[in-house]
């Protein structure tokens, strides 16, 4: 079994930065790990994504440039977004999977989810 706990989420203005945090906790002791987001009446869409072993980084070309994933030895995920734009707003879900190895963009390849933290960006 795996808890992922997000923090971070909250109101920001248009080119401003926030950072929200994935805290995982279980069983394993790596997972792969990734960032989705989801505004009503849209599907879910990837933002970015690590591997296993923390070699490998994928990022929606949405967000490239400007988001950078990384991962703490405690299998904390953290997503810091920089020059943030309205349509970043959304809720932000953390995934995880330990039996993944490599980074995926694919939700369905994610077994364990968090209860999301809303990032807005508005003035």
């Known amino acids: 079994q795996v808890q992922l706990t997000e923090s971070g989420g909250g109101l920001v203005q248009p080119g401003g930065s926030l950072r929200v945090s994935c805290a995982a906790s279980g069983s394993f002791r790596r997972y792969a790990m990734g960032w989705f987001r989801q505004t009503p009446g849209q599907e879910r869409e990837f933002v970015a994504a690590i591997s296993w072993s923390g070699d490998t980084t994928l990022y929606a070309d949405s967000v490239k440039g400007r988001f950078t994933l990384s991962r703490d030895n405690a299998n904390t995920l953290y997503l810091q977004m920089n020059s943030l734009k309205p349509e970043d707003t959304a809720v932000y879900y953390c995934?995880?999977?330990?039996?993944?190895?490599?980074?995926?963009?694919?939700?369905?390849?994610?077994?364990?989810w968090g209860q999301g933290t809303q990032v807005t960006v508005s003035s």
């Open positions: 995934a995880a999977d330990p039996s993944l190895v490599a980074a995926s963009r694919m939700d369905y390849e994610y077994e364990y």
